[in-house]
């Protein structure tokens, strides 16, 4: 027997609890509708409260922005902000070179990794710091 199944995943390593989701109402005197997100659709959004775990308030938790100017066409302009690494990768006999890049606009988890042969040509700016 595999174990049980919670939120897409098997055994007794799946999450218990998933959240935090906003309480939308109380529908009895023991139960409450709760925000689910698309990813959940499948599961019914109404819940006992012993399924219900109360909020422990973290720093972490809080979402920041960050304000981006919008063109009328609905449209931003990207640049690539700084280097935020550099890595050379072994493919057969050859060595290719990589930057990670930090984008405007964007926070540290969307940084991507480009060719850096690439990126010196379209934006040599970025290298002036580094040599």
Known sequence: MRGVKRFGV?????????????????????????????????????FHVSNLRKYVHNSEHILSYILIEIQEDMTYEEFPAFIVDREVRKLGNREISYVKIHWSNHDDREDTWELENVMRERHPHLFEELE
């Open 10 to 46: 098997w055994g007794k390593l799946s999450p218990r609890y998933v959240g935090p989701f906003e309480i939308l109402e109380q529908v009895g005197a023991v139960a409450y509708k709760v925000a689910l997100p698309p990813r959940l659709a499948g599961v019914h959004d109404v």
